[in-house]
């Protein structure tokens, strides 16, 4: 099946710095991205969706400013964490869909971010 | 807005054992539902994909099935191993628009 590439897997910031993540389409080209964030024994929520060449489109309650989302190629999407706090800690996770055929959606590994 | 539930929410059996993990949405209107597994710690693994008009979707002891109109999908795993204990997510969705995730069932399967 398709790859979608997550880095990095874990990273540790300190608090106030920033933490970009980025979300790669291995072999396939994904006009829209979606990015989650999931704190431990929850579910999935989504953040974001990340359309390749426009703004992102935030759900209610997600900081714009805070979380940056750049959709710079058909290929790649990176999410900046900006002035991180410890409960900005958590599991960010990408996923895309293959524009030729948009059906199956394909996650990244995901990002353990832990803000000290 | 969806919203998906997922029934049990945990569930420890020994291995061998047919089981089935529910799942129920409110939106009908979906092109697609994904099952997932998650390990601990690590990202999503599709499972199964089963088209809006399809019933059922199977992969080796994996069986899921979809009733759209009710808002109902199962997934059935036979013959159960330890391997597979892990968190099994549903998620409706397709098209252009983001999947959207129950809290899962976390299955354990004792040895």
């Known amino acids: 099946g398709a790859v979608v590439s997550q880095h990095p897997s874990r990273v540790i910031c300190k608090s106030g710095t920033s933490v970009k993540i980025e979300c790669r389409s291995l072999?396939?080209?994904?006009?829209?991205m979606f990015w989650y964030r999931q704190f431990p024994k929850q579910s999935l929520m989504l953040m974001a969706t990340?359309?390749?060449?426009?703004?992102?489109?935030?759900e209610q309650g997600v900081e714009k400013d805070k979380f940056l989302i750049n959709h710079a190629s058909l290929t790649l999407s990176t999410l900046t964490v900006t002035s991180a706090h410890p409960e900005d800690s958590s599991f960010y996770i990408c996923?895309?869909?293959?524009?030729?055929?948009?059906?199956?959606?394909?996650f990244g590994q995901g990002t353990r971010l832990t803000v000290v | 807005k969806q919203e998906v539930t997922q029934i049990p929410a945990a569930l420890s059996v020994p291995e061998g054992e047919n089981l089935v993990l529910n799942c129920s949405f409110t939106?009908?209107?979906?092109?697609?539902l994904q099952w997932f597994r998650q390990d601990p710690g690590k990202g999503l693994t599709s499972l199964l994909l089963?088209?809006?008009?399809?019933r059922e979707q199977t992969s080796g002891r994996l069986n899921a099935s979809l009733d759209k109109s009710s808002g109902r999908s199962t997934l059935y795993i036979a013959a159960s191993q330890p391997g597979d204990s892990a968190t099994y997510l549903c998620?409706?969705?397709?098209?252009?628009?983001?999947?959207?995730f129950g809290k899962g069932t976390r299955l354990s399967v004792i040895a």
């Open positions: 996923s895309a869909r293959d524009d030729r055929t948009g059906t199956e959606a394909f």
């Open positions: 072999d396939f080209q994904a006009t829209t």
């Open positions: 990340s359309n390749e060449g426009s703004k992102a489109t935030y």
């Open positions: 939106d009908s209107a979906i092109y697609n």
């Open positions: 089963i088209q809006s008009s399809q």
């Open positions: 998620a409706p969705g397709g098209g252009n628009t983001p999947l959207v």
